[in-house]
């Protein structure tokens, strides 16, 4: 069935520095492919998606681009601050099928100042 | 324009018990899904209902049941609650739900079994 796979956390970067969370997806079809956000003692939030081979999904300096020849939609951001410490969610949804979200397991990330 | 709302937000029960969370999705939106959120298992899918009718469901036993009334509200029911129900729930709406528009999740009901 589909899957899934993110880098395991946490994740403890300085403010200033460059994250990568590594995420890998398996899945019949074409997927949407999406990034959740979810700070402390809130729900989810929708960072970023893409719904197609190469696009690339950015918002608030994040940015992941659809590879589908290596299944990946790696999450990045080239300066993080403080205010980014969260867990963050790589996630897949079929299209024109339902709204059933399968996720990854979460990546913790802590951004020290 | 309101976002999702959950209640009650915290909740404590003990095993055996019964429980119903209620979601109200965006005004307008007709589909609401549910997840389960736990440290060992991360996000679940639960359920999706559209138009008052469940049209999905994940692989959770059938003590967990929900349903949609008219309005698109949507309550979820768990009975003879355990240890491990233990969770945050979450819950999702969208406009038609046909995986193409983006679902807004409101802030969780976190349940926790005594």
């Known amino acids: 069935g589909d899957s899934v796979t993110q880098m395991e956390g946490p994740v403890t970067l300085s403010e200033e520095a460059f994250l990568t969370i590594n995420c890998t997806y398996t899945a019949t079809g074409y997927p949407s492919l999406f990034w959740y956000v979810q700070y402390p003692g809130e729900g989810l939030q929708l960072l970023l998606k893409a719904t197609k081979a190469d696009d690339k999904g950015s918002n608030k300096g994040f940015e992941a681009t659809y590879r589908k020849e290596t299944t990946s939609f790696h999450l990045e951001k080239g300066s993080v601050q403080v205010s980014d410490s969260a867990v963050y969610f790589c996630a897949l949804k079929r299209m024109n099928r339902d709204d059933k979200i399968i996720f990854g397991k979460g990546t913790r990330l802590h951004i020290l100042p | ?114």
């Open chain 2, 1 to 114: 324009k309101a976002g999702v709302t959950q209640t009650p937000r915290y909740l404590i029960k003990t095993r055996g018990q019964q429980v119903t969370l209620s979601c109200s999705p965006i005004s307008g939106h007709r589909s609401v899904s549910w997840y389960q959120q736990t440290p060992g298992q991360g996000l679940q899918f639960l359920f999706e209902y559209f138009s008052e009718t469940q049209r999905n469901k994940g692989n959770f036993p059938g003590r967990f049941s929900g349903r949609q009334f008219s309005n698109s509200r949507s309550e979820m029911n768990v009975s003879t609650l355990e240890l491990g129900d233990s969770a945050l729930y979450l819950c999702a709406s969208s406009l038609e739900g046909t995986g193409k528009e983006t679902q807004y999740f409101g802030p969780g009901t976190r349940l926790l079994v005594l």
